[in-house]
Structures are given as C-alpha cells and as structure tokens.
C-alpha cells in the first residue's frame, strides 16, 4: 500500500510539472509571436499610412466618379496578384489594423504552420476581389480576441503599395474547424477567424468593405525597394 501511495504521489506531482511546463510554454510561445509581429510591423511602418479611422463613416455612398487616369493598379485589374514584401525571407502582403482590439499585424501571403507563428496569413482571395480571408492564432497579441469585437467596429488592410481598404464587422459565426466551404461561403469583403482553445471551433468574424472609405495614402515608399 505504502509503494502504491508513493507511486501516486510521483504521478501526481508528474502531471502538476507536466501542467507548469505546458503552461510556461504557452507563454513563451505568445510572447514570442508578439515579438515576431512587432519586428515586422518596424520593418514595415514606411508602408503605413499616418492615420487609421477608428469608427464607420456616416456619409452616405456617393456616385463613382469617372475612373481617374492615375487610379490604382488594382483597380485597373482586379485580378492581379497582391504585391509582397519579403521580411526574413517570408513575404507580406499586407498590415492588418484593429483599432477596437488594438492590435496592429503582418499579414503572411500565404499560410502554413510556421508562417501563423510568426504572424496570421491569407487563407485565401484577395483585398482586390473583395473576399480576402485571414487565419491566426488565437494568441492574445494575434487573433485570440476577436470574440470581443462588435458589429459595427472597424477594420483596415493596408497593402504593400499604400492602398487602405477599410471595412465595418457585420457577423459573427462559430464553425466547426473542418467547414471550409461555410468559412469560403457568402459574399463578405474580409473575414478573419482563429481557432477557439482546444480547436474544437473556430471563431469567424465577417466584414463589409466601406466603399466610400478606400483611400490611396502617400507614403514613404522608394519605388523598387525591398526588404530582406
């Protein structure tokens, strides 16, 4: 009796260090993408414009004017494939901001394992064809809150040329984590989801574009550089 106690006693305190080690490298882990997104947010402030709005506009969607002789690329050809900056060779397409949640983020042009580690990437589609889709990590500092957003709050995508494409949330939905064509389903501009913890759902945040809110900001960009 006396060895079975003993040997519970080292089963417990087994788990407990098991639970503290998992613990301390959740932490680690977060703390470490949060470093990870900051230093390629500094790589990239040249790209940002100097003010993100922070509420939807209340202005009414006024008739488009006669396409400009100088209009962007994207809005010439739709279809083109967004321009990247490559950053400790890992290409952005792209800083995500969130002023409600204050969060600021790179986003990774394509997405695999490694990639969300450092920052949440493109699921798919595109800021030019009004379905881009975005995952993260449910890290604080990544997409963990984004169950505390509300309809109405705002959005901005800026990419890699200065253009600022800014949305309004409109839904919020819970899917399970294999329903790729729900998460692919419906006509929203951007969508963002995370996993919830223990990936037993996935939390989906879906967003309109505000038309009358695309803004072509001037920024410090020199024509033909790269970041490495």
């Given at each position: 009796?006396?060895?079975?106690?003993?040997?519970?006693?080292?089963?417990?305190?087994l788990l407990i260090a098991a639970a503290l080690f998992l613990?301390?490298?959740?932490?680690?882990?977060?703390?470490?993408?949060?470093?990870?997104?900051?230093?390629?947010?500094?790589?990239?402030?040249?790209?940002?414009?100097?003010?993100?709005?922070?509420?939807?506009?209340?202005?009414?969607?006024?008739?488009?004017?006669?396409?400009?002789?100088?209009?962007?690329?994207?809005?010439?050809?739709?279809?083109?494939?967004?321009?990247?900056?490559?950053?400790?060779?890992?290409?952005?397409?792209?800083?995500?901001?969130?002023?409600?949640?204050?969060?600021?983020?790179?986003?990774?042009?394509?997405?695999?394992?490694?990639?969300?580690?450092?920052?949440?990437?493109?699921?798919?589609?595109?800021?030019?064809?009004?379905?881009?889709?975005?995952?993260?990590?449910?890290?604080?500092?990544?997409?963990?809150?984004?169950?505390?957003?509300?309809?109405?709050?705002?959005?901005?995508?800026?990419?890699?040329?200065?253009?600022?494409?800014?949305?309004?949330?409109?839904?919020?939905?819970?899917?399970?984590?294999?329903?790729?064509?729900?998460?692919?389903?419906?006509?929203?501009?951007?969508?963002?989801?995370?996993?919830?913890?223990?990936?037993?759902?996935?939390?989906?945040?879906?967003?309109?574009?505000?038309?009358?809110?695309?803004?072509?900001?001037?920024?410090?960009?020199?024509?033909?550089?790269?970041?490495?």
């Amino acid at each position: 009796m006396r060895n079975k106690g003993t040997g519970l006693i080292f089963l417990g305190l087994l788990l407990i260090a098991a639970a503290l080690f998992l613990t301390a490298y959740n932490l680690y882990d977060e703390q470490r993408a949060e470093q990870s997104a900051l230093q390629v947010i500094d790589r990239l402030e040249d790209y940002l414009p100097s003010e993100v709005p922070t509420e939807a506009s209340t202005e009414p969607i006024v008739e488009q004017a006669p396409m400009p002789s100088d209009a962007p690329d994207y809005v010439l050809c739709p279809d083109m494939e967004m321009p990247v900056e490559t950053i400790n060779g890992m290409d952005y397409i792209g800083v995500l901001q969130i002023p409600s949640l204050e969060l600021e983020l790179p986003i990774a042009s394509e997405w695999n394992y490694p990639n969300l580690k450092t920052a949440p990437c493109r699921y798919s589609g595109s800021a030019y064809l009004n379905n881009l889709i975005l995952c993260g990590h449910n890290y604080t500092s990544h997409f963990g809150n984004l169950k505390n957003l509300c309809e109405g709050d705002i959005a901005t995508f800026t990419d890699m040329d200065g253009n600022v494409f800014t949305y309004k949330m409109m839904e919020r939905e819970t899917l399970n984590p294999t329903d790729i064509e729900g998460m692919e389903s419906g006509n929203w501009d951007l969508t963002l989801f995370t996993c919830t913890v223990g990936g037993q759902s996935r939390v989906t945040i879906r967003f309109e574009l505000l038309q009358d809110s695309i803004i072509i900001f001037e920024t410090r960009k020199i024509p033909g550089q790269r970041i490495f």
